[in-house]
Each structure stands twice: as C-alpha cells, then as structure tokens.
C-alpha cells in the first residue's frame, strides 16, 4: 500500500505508489522486478534522466530490451547526495514536460540501482566488473574530460590524474575507474564493454577513448592496446534543454500531489544521434526515435556551434542585463537580435546540413526552443562553467571564420561580453556570485583586462594562439572597450547596427 506524505498529504514517489499515481500522472506498464542491468551511467543529474533514461524507458514501456536497465554512479559528493535522494524512492523519477501549450507528467523506473558512492571507489569498479554492464555512458560535463583547451589532447600531468596512475587500483577519476575495471575484465575474461560519452564535445567519442587510452598507456601498456583493440567508443550527439532542479521545480511536482526530491522538468524536444558502433551489443534505440548514423559529426557540428554557442552568447548578455531566464533574454529585443546576427552570419556559413534540416532551419527551432517561457532555464546555469564552454562551443566557430576570411566582429563581442562578466558585477552594480571552476582566476584577469585587453586573450589555455591573431585580437579589444566605457547594450547596438 502506498505511503503517504505528512507533508501537504502527498504521495510519496516509490514503488508501491506506481498502480495508484495521482492524475493526470503517467507511470509505466512494465514490471521493474523483470528488469536487470546492461548500462552502467556515470552522472546521474537532470539531463541523464530526462534524455537517456527516458529513452530507456520507453524500449521497456514497448516490452523490449529488459536486459539493458541502468545502474547510477558517480564520484562526487553531488552523486553521493543524488544517490541518497533516489535510493528513498526506489531510483524512481518524475519527468515534467514544459510543452508552452501546457505541461505533463510522467514517472520513469528504467533506473534500477545506484551504486555506492566511495573515495576509493572500489563499489563503482566492481560493478563495472560486472560481465552484464556491455556499456559504461557518462554525463560529467564538457569540463570534465581533462582535456587542454587549447591543444585539445588530454591532460596527462592534472593532479588527479598523476594520482590515479601512481594508485591504479584505488582511481579517484571517472577515467582511472575505467582503465581498472578493464584491467579487472580483461584478467577475468569478461571482456569489453562500449564507453559511450553523452556531454556536449565535438567528437564526444574520441575525447573519452583519448582520456581512457592515454590513461591507460601510463599503467599498462597492453591493457592500453587491448582498450584499443577491444572496446568501442561511438559519438553521439544528444539534445534536450533541462533547468536544474530548484524551489520551482519542487512546487511544480507539488502540483501533481507526488513527494519527489529530484523531479526533472524539461522542454517538449528530444534528440539523440548515435554512431553505431557498439562492441558489446546494444538496445534497439532506433524503435523509440534515436537515429544511428556513420556521420554523426555533422549533427553535433550544427548543435554544439549553433545551440550551445548560442546559449553562451545570450547567457553571459543576460547576466550582466540582470535577466534571470534564458526565454527572459530572448523577450529582450537587442539580445534576441544579437544572438539571431552572430548565428546567421558568423556561424551558420560553416556548418553543413543534415538531413532534413538546414543551419537556418536549425537557427528558427533554437530561438523558438529558447523563448520557451514554460521552461524556467536560468542564465545563471547556462553560464555557468564559460572556461569549459567557451573554448568548446565558441572558439570553433571564431576559428573556422578566421580560416574563411570571415566577418568574426560579433564572436569577438561575445567573447568581450563574456570577459566583462566574469569581472564579477552586472551593469546594475549588484555582484555575479562565482560561476565557474575557475572563477577566482577569470575575474582576477577580468579586472585586469579593463585596462589591459590583451591579457584576456593571453589566457592560452583558453584561447590558444588567438591572442596573436590581429583582426580578432583588435576587434575583441575594441568591444570590451565599448562595453567598458559605454556599457553592454551600447555595444550590442553598435554591431547590430
């Protein structure tokens, strides 16, 4: 019999609550006890259950695939917490679609365990180990793949990765993890398993299979060239605009009279492009929407340059204009204009089309995807981490124009815009708490770059040798100059003029 809330008279998400969910929300047919696991996700946050897991669950709502349930993991004292929280309701989530016509509720149950969470992580490696996991996804965010921006290779000599090395059997890294578990399956006979990385990287598939194989070479050298040879690493390309959870989100699953401490509210698009090549088989994704292709590249091209480029560029105008929402700053005339300017003629030229859809197509969806009111996105969580998302979903593009010849004024505005942000204050004078990993670095260049334009470019590891390029170089200094003497929106004006 289901447990009820003390609370308001809630209903408690958990598993006996499934038969008898309050309407209008939806739960599931299948039977979670037929279930057993075959992927094994490292970052269970909002996107993960909202994208990928809901995919999963929808092979199962169809009565297929039983053996691919999803075991949680992570390595983060937020996975820790995340874990506690799903565990109290059976790893059950509710997924709130914010349609702008008007939102629904679904339950999903493909998430069937979550792994303990350790400092040596040893919980995490023997599940791993396990001859059922044929796949091992990962959400970790762009940032977290060890990678230098500006060479692009892994980073071999960060802290946690000489750890890991020196201590291969106790990794604190996602990646150590990886590289012993193999080791573990390769001794036992198990076999490989597919990495299949899900975060917004050009070539998202090689990143990891770089990280893991460079790894690799340092503890082992023919665990390295087993990796190699053995195991599969597709890109894939993944798509779906998902708020964090906050006091919003809590009233929001209220409404429906459920008690969820981590509900999901999404927008009413999904999409997910994957390479097929999977070494240990894999679930019949195609039959619920997911496209399987050779070319991925393409896709994530279009997605990363244009909507992720495109979130940065509002994002960090917004913060300093002090518009809390994504779909607030998309109301605002000269940020909407911006966005639509630089897009058009500055990034869409070098992107190709995919099938049935063109860059300028892709440009209409994205701005009608953004102006979602339904979808509480804050320019706060769009922004956050820029010294990971800059590097990978902007200075692709002002490369790529500055091969062409190309018109790069408004990347260099918006590259000026994101400079004057992490100076730390909006146009209203009031204080952009820390927003980045890297945050106390970033703004003491910031304040520096006020008077000396040079040394925000001068961060290499950012910006490569961008900083020697003169048409970009001089049109970057002139914007931050503008915005400095004249203000953000005075700047903006100047180049949509």
Not at 13 to 18: E, K, M, Q, S, V
Not at 458 to 472: A, C, P, S
């Amino acid at each position: 019999m289901a447990e009820y809330s003390k609370i308001n008279g809630l209903k408690n998400l958990n598993n006996d609550a499934i038969l008898k969910l309050p309407r209008p929300v939806k739960g599931f047919t299948y039977n979670r006890s037929d279930l057993s696991p075959g992927i094994l996700h490292i970052g269970v946050g909002n996107f993960h259950r909202a994208h990928q897991a809901w995919y999963i669950h929808r092979l199962f709502e169809k009565g297929l695939n039983f053996d691919w349930g999803i075991v949680g993991a992570g390595v983060c004292t937020f996975d820790k917490v995340q874990r506690e929280k799903l565990k109290k309701q059976d790893f059950l989530s509710t997924l709130i679609e914010l349609d702008p016509g008007g939102r629904s509720a679904e339950v999903i149950g493909s998430i069937i365990d979550y792994v303990e969470v350790e400092e040596t992580n040893q919980a995490l490696i023997n599940a791993m180990v396990t001859p059922e996991i044929r796949i091992v996804s990962l959400t970790v965010t762009e940032g977290g793949y060890y990678t230098n921006s500006a060479s692009n290779d892994f980073n071999i000599d960060h802290p946690d990765i000489i750890k890991d090395i020196a201590n291969p059997t106790s990794p604190r890294t996602v990646f150590g993890v990886i590289v012993e578990a193999l080791r573990l399956r390769r001794q036992l006979g198990y076999g490989p398993f597919t990495g299949l990385c899900c975060d917004n990287l050009e070539q998202n598939g090689a990143v990891l299979h770089r990280a893991v194989t460079k790894l690799a070479e340092h503890v082992d050298s023919d665990l390295a060239a087993w990796i190699n040879e053995k195991c599969s690493f597709p890109c894939s390309m993944v798509d779906c605009i998902v708020p964090s959870t906050g006091t919003h989100e809590l009233e929001l699953v209220q409404k429906y009279n459920l008690n969820d401490s981590v509900p999901v509210t999404h927008e009413n698009f999904r999409q997910w492009v994957i390479e097929d090549d999977f070494c240990a088989g894999r679930p019949d994704l195609e039959k619920v929407g997911v496209i399987f292709t050779k070319n991925v590249h393409n896709h994530e091209t279009m997605k990363i340059r244009l909507l992720n480029g495109g979130h940065q560029i509002i994002a960090n105008a917004g913060e300093l204009l002090s518009l809390v929402t994504i779909s607030s700053c998309m109301k605002n005339h000269r940020i909407a204009s911006l966005l639509f300017k630089i897009l058009s003629e500055e990034i869409a030229p070098y992107v190709l089309s995919v099938p049935d859809t063109t860059p300028e197509e892709y440009i209409e969806l994205i701005e009608k995807r953004f102006s979602n009111s339904s979808v509480v996105d804050t320019t706060r969580r769009v922004a956050f981490d820029g010294s990971s998302r800059h590097p990978g979903f902007l200075v692709p593009s002002i490369r790529t124009a500055l091969e062409a010849g190309s018109s790069i004024s408004g990347l260099a505005l918006a590259e000026a815009i994101w400079a004057r942000m992490c100076e730390g204050t909006r146009e209203d004078g009031s204080k952009i708490e820390p927003n980045d990993p890297n945050w106390s670095e970033l703004q003491r260049t910031a304040k520096i770059s006020k008077e000396k334009s040079a040394a925000w470019l001068g961060q290499r590891q950012y910006y490569g040798d961008l900083d020697t390029n003169k048409v970009f170089s001089n049109a970057f200094s002139k914007w931050l100059q503008e915005i400095w003497d004249s203000g953000v929106e005075t700047a903006i004006d100047t180049y949509l003029q």
